[in-house]
């Protein structure tokens, strides 16, 4: 057979099939299609060769994307090699339709690491968010009408089979109590009620975040935990940030006996959460001004030999101050979640800046800000941490325009009904001051009573009833402010000085206790030794003494004040200086 005849036989119909030749598509295209390989491989089909009909591998990226864009949920799987045996294991799981991620940003609202901006709708293994709010998502199934529950439930048939064994293991621990370290992060779900024992006194704090941090030359492996409780700072109530951890161990251990856990473990959660609810209605009622009695602990800041502060409790009782505002005030300290106002610089001083460069300290340019020191303004989110997302960051024009300046030297209050989670979670300690030792400290919740006021001391004042009288309307400071009276220097005449004077034991200390036991007010005693002998020093302690009592509406009764009220002599220059 010649060799065109053999030709003819290969190209008969029905030949390629005889011979093992790979027939031709009918509609193949009579052109040349170029293939670019995006890896150094040169094999044709190797495992590890990327071919592509793209010289551009961002252009192979979008046509894919394209290609994925019309469906609900997207489950990308990865090549991996187990026990030598190669297979296909889920790499993540995207929310794609944005009906989907819509209902998802319900499902998810308050999770700490869900931010819609931020693209959290692709979930990778072991699929945390999905773990702690499961019966959420399936509760909001059951709630929403057909035509929207049925993205979900694509997403949770996908889901399912991947978060069984998780939700076998989460089972048997909340049935055991029984924990290991690595996996405590099935419990340590973002929003969950926590329970830890501080001081003797039970706390619940609200989970914001919970991270595993890896061991360091110094530190241990641990999960760090970020909570959250609400506090009053004088004027409003805020979020206190409360860092805790938990250190790594080897054997399976009690949850309970966690330093910090979740409250469901506990062996009575509704009892705790009871009591956690009274103590946060009572610590409601004690936000602004109160005169109470305390017998208990309080808790001082006190130096602790080179360590720094160290808060210290204290045995107390007798009467007590519960009052935030002055708390932070007198001490001059910037309460909880409020900020400086930033620094403005005049253009000579920009230019100086710019000279002498970026890495300079503006408070080195020894540069005041404007307004009194005392101009603070309020976070828009109420928290201590400036990390935290602000709904409102999207906005600047309108967060400038919406955020408010208070002066913190005058008390305003803002006193909003708090919300059963807030009452649950509520710091259980205020702050006040302790009237016998006259020391800043904070008060546990459970240890304040009302104050018992007694009007025996004053009926037993042996003195005139008319001078009884004129001593009550002295102290009468509505009757005061009504009259309206001032001297020619201005707030020179708003306040009632009263000498009292003659022997030892004749009553002089007791007529002011009796007075202020009448008038229902604090009496802040102030004594020589309280006061010091140096003119400065007794000029800033009396300064301080007046200040309280007017911010408390209180008695100040100075006693043996005859050590300063002495006439001057020519010969003690130092005592001249003290008594003018």
Known sequence: MSSTDELRELFRPGASEQFGIPEQPQESLCAVKKLYNHTSNSSLWSESSRWSEFEDEAAEYQRVKDLIKSFIVIHRLSRAERNGVTTWVTHSIEAQSLDLRQL?????SGYSSWYSDSSPYTVYPPFKPYIHRWDKLLEFTKQIDSNHAKDLLILQRELEPLLKPHFSTLEAINTTGIVTFNLLWLILAPGCSMVSNENGITCIYHLKSAELVSRTAFDPEHWQLTQAQIQWNGMRCTTRRVEMRIDKFEEPMLVRKLNVYPLNFAEDPEGIKYNALVRGRKYESLRGLHVKTCTGRKYVWKDGDGRGMQRVAEPISGRVVIDAFAYHKLQKVIPPGVSRPRLRFSNFVKS?????????????ANIDPPGSDNDYTW????????????????EPNKKRKDKKVENLSERREHLQPLSELERLIATPWVQGFDLEMKEWCEFSVDDI???NWSEAPYEN???PDEEKKLLMAFTDRSSIKQQCFDDFVV???QGIIVLLCGPPGVGKTLTAEAVAEKAKVPLYVLGANDLGTDAKGVESGLNRALEICRLWNAVLLIDEADVFLESRNSNHLKRNELVS
């Not at 998802?104 to 998810?108: A, K, M, S, W």
């Not at 100086?352 to 080195?364: C, E, Q, S």
């Not at 976070?379 to 999207?394: F, L, M, R």
């Open 104 to 108: 998802l940003d319900t499902i998810f």
């Open 352 to 364: 100086r800046l710019h000279r002498i460069g970026k890495g300079i300290d503006p408070a080195a």
């Open 379 to 394: 976070s828009n989110s109420g928290d201590d941490s400036s990390s935290e997302p602000d709904e409102s960051s999207q």
């Open 449 to 451: 009573r009302d104050a």
């Open 461 to 463: 004042l042996v003195l």
């Open 491 to 493: 707030r020179k005449g």
